[in-house]
């Protein structure tokens, strides 16, 4: 399948079922280069299944997903981890981190897990740190972090393998209304510097506001496909 030029992300037509229920019907969607996006819609919309789908983690029923022009749903499992590890950076909405592991460990750990170089790995991730206000920090460990400051970790970590695109799953889910605005600018503005796509799947409308383009889904369908101002 030929893609569309700039399109860094694309889904054409995929289905999805589990059981009798149809999470996703006939879904397309084309992320551009550099965009960030929104996913919106009520509990079991379809709006998970379809982050997980573009992450490769679930394969479509039907249709196909591709980044870059490559495949990922119709790749194997083992080249869909490949993909995941190389070309992916993700959040998550209690940031995961290993707790054994220091705040330059936890960066440098997908580097490592793709065969980077140990000297390079870590030098990257020492970068990445810097750049998010945490140069200072690359010794703690997750449970000395402030919630902000493990937050910035997790972009961190999310960025530091160079992604094209960063998932989102309900980043700021475990955040009070500042933390969660501030979580938002900082993964905008540091995705948005690295030229990555951004993807936040939320349920909160103040989240999505922060994206340039709105997405919302509605019994497995896109019913509303719109571009926004972010938030200042």
Do not use: Y
Request: proline share 5%.
């Amino acid at each position: 399948m030929n893609s569309t030029p700039g399109v860094t992300l694309r889904a054409h037509q995929i289905t999805r079922s589990f059981g009798d229920v149809r999470a996703l019907d006939r879904v397309s969607l084309e992320i551009p280069a550099g965009q960030s996006v929104s996913v919106m819609g009520p509990s079991g919309s379809g709006k998970s299944t379809l982050l997980h789908c573009l992450a490769g983690i679930l394969r479509p029923d039907d249709g196909d997903v591709t980044l870059g022009g490559d495949p990922v749903s119709l790749a194997s499992d083992a080249a869909r981890s490949r993909l995941r590890l190389n070309r992916m950076g993700f959040v998550f909405q209690d940031g995961q981190l290993l707790p054994e592991l220091t705040a330059l460990d936890n960066v440098a750990l997908p580097l490592l897990l793709v065969g980077c170089p140990r000297a390079e790995a870590f030098t990257r991730a020492r970068d990445q740190l810097g750049r998010l206000g945490l140069g200072d920090m690359e010794q703690r460990h997750p449970g000395q972090l402030s919630g902000g400051q493990a937050h910035r970790v997790a972009i961190a970590r999310a960025l530091v393998g160079r992604p094209s695109v960063v998932l989102a799953d309900e980043p700021t889910g475990a955040l009070d209304q500042a933390a969660g605005a501030e979580m938002m600018r900082v993964l905008t503005s540091t995705v948005g510097a690295a030229g990555a796509s951004l993807v936040v799947v939320t349920h909160d409308a103040g989240v999505a506001a922060w994206c340039q383009r709105h997405v919302e889904i509605v019994d497995g369908r896109i019913s509303v496909d719109v571009l926004g101002r972010r938030a200042a």
